[in-house]
């Protein structure tokens, strides 16, 4: 049995305090879910570890030019436009405390592997070594991965259930140079495509391929990132009803319970956010992550909580 909470990697530092100009919610995203599941009577099921530090600039070396780096943390234009997102000193600092977040999560989830943890954060998906991409700058996932993989030899796969192809992983492996042993090629970095029951169907074929690579003790870990963009009335048009975004979180807390029964020991599982973007209702967004929580609790770690998300629904 998993412990009944989930140990969730929050530092008040990950979070923007004015978000300006920014049409993404994501850089104040850590805390309006944490404020969400409070005010839903949630918050009690999350334990809070904040006490990590975030990372240097040179470990973002790791898995991007050191020009680029360098060029972002100085607040150069050049560098610093490429997320789309507005630069201050203060947001280059949440970035220090975001990816440090999936880290810490990952390390102690494979130290303690009867306790689900949380990376709160987005941000991470879409980021190149030479520059940040759409809403992400740094390739938290490479970054995080490969340095636990160097720290203990540890291999990670990604569910990534967010609308958008999570292409970081791919498009850094060349420049990553164990990052194939980190987050294996193939198996590592799971989008399913097309959308709906065909979605849904790809995701249960990878799955399968998932299950057999941990069995062998190919993938030590594994990584749940159910971003909300993939549900259809996001701002971005996803891939899912709210019944099939829902089906897939249970597809994915069952599939990890199945493992933990057949293994006699649970599977290490770090939970992400990634994207929602609904202008419209961002309480929207916030449930459905809260949803996906609540399957996991109810799945895994014994617990019996009542959550049905308000969704508002969408003008077509
Ligand atoms: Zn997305």
Redesign the pocket.
């Known amino acids: 049995m998993r412990n009944a909470q989930i140990y969730t990697f929050y530092h008040e530092n990950m979070v923007l305090k004015n978000n300006g100009r920014n049409v993404s919610k994501s850089p104040q995203k850590p805390k309006l879910l944490l404020n969400f599941l409070e005010k839903n009577s949630l918050k009690g099921h999350f334990a809070i570890k904040d006490d990590f530090k975030p990372f240097s600039q040179e470990e973002f070396y790791l898995a991007h030019t050191k020009e680029y780096v360098d060029g972002f943390f100085a607040g150069k234009r050049n560098w610093t436009k490429s997320s789309n997102l507005d630069w201050s000193p203060q947001f280059a600092e949440t970035v220090r405390y975001t990816n440090a977040s999936l880290y810490e999560a990952i390390k102690f989830a494979l130290e303690n592997p009867e306790k689900v943890t949380f990376n709160p954060a987005c941000g991470f998906?879409?980021a190149l070594p030479e520059h940040g991409l759409?809403?992400c700058t740094f390739s938290g996932q490479v970054i995080a991965s490969v340095k636990v993989f160097r720290e203990t030899g540890k291999r990670g796969a990604y569910i990534d259930l967010?609308?958008?192809f999570g292409n970081s992983i791919e498009d850094a492996r060349k420049f990553v140079s164990d990052l194939n042993l980190a987050i294996p090629k193939g198996i590592g970095n799971i989008n399913p495509e097309d959308k709906h029951q065909k979605f849904i169907n790809n995701l249960r074929r990878e799955l399968g391929l998932l299950r057999d690579a941990i069995h062998d003790k190919y993938i030590d870990y594994v990584v749940f990132c159910h971003?909300a963009?993939?549900h259809e009335d996001d701002d971005?048009k996803g891939q899912c009803t709210t019944a099939e975004w829902i089906e897939c979180a249970h597809i994915v807390y069952d599939f990890v319970k199945k493992i933990d029964e057949k293994r006699r020991k649970p599977l290490p599982l770090i939970l992400g956010l990634?994207?929602?973007?609904r202008k419209d209702d961002y309480n929207s967004v916030l449930g459905l992550h809260a949803k996906n929580l609540v399957i996991c609790l109810n799945t895994l770690c014994g617990q019996e909580i009542k959550y049905e998300p308000i969704l508002k629904a969408k003008k077509r």
């Not at 990634?274 to 973007?277: A, N, Q």
């Open positions: 998906h879409h759409g809403y967010d609308g958008h971003g963009d993939s971005t990634f994207g929602g973007y």
